[in-house]
């Protein structure tokens, strides 16, 4: 059975860093490609960044250059290093996990759809 684990949700001020984790337990495929999502409240859930099994990194625009996603493949976590926090970032954010795919998926629109495992989510609240 495979699980995820999401934690490091936090209450920061803007412009203040978090780290998120994610602990993927009960996979097995050698090729998998995995994303954060996050779900503001009255808005879809988005991807934000996305790392397959060779670890090729996507990432959505309006996180570039502030968020960073990568995975201890020894402890089967996934990261995601999130600096400059913006009050336009909080959200619930989500770890999930699927089949290898083009990692742009994650960030493409309704790229969540494309995935069948997920995480309970961690809240993320940025103060002005």
């Known amino acids: 059975q495979v699980q995820l684990a999401e934690s490091g949700g936090n209450s920061v001020q803007a412009g203040g860093s978090l780290r998120l984790s994610c602990e993927v337990s009960?996979?097995?495929?050698?090729?998998?490609?995995m994303g954060w999502f996050r779900q503001a409240p009255g808005k879809e859930r988005e991807g934000v960044a996305g790392?397959?099994?060779?670890?090729?990194?996507s990432y959505a625009d309006s996180v570039k250059g502030r968020f960073i996603i990568s995975k201890d493949n020894t402890k089967n976590i996934l990261y995601l290093q999130m600096n400059s926090l913006k009050p336009d970032d909080t959200a619930m954010y989500y770890c999930?996990?699927?089949?290898?795919?083009?990692?742009?998926?994650?960030?493409?629109?309704?790229?969540?759809?494309?995935?069948?495992?997920w995480g309970k989510g961690t809240l993320i609240t940025i103060s002005s």
């Open positions: 790392i397959d099994s060779n670890g090729m990194t």
């Open positions: 009960g996979w097995t495929d050698q090729s998998y490609c």
């Open positions: 999930a996990i699927e089949g290898f795919r083009p990692v742009s998926m994650v960030v493409a629109v309704n790229g969540a759809n494309a995935f069948g495992y």
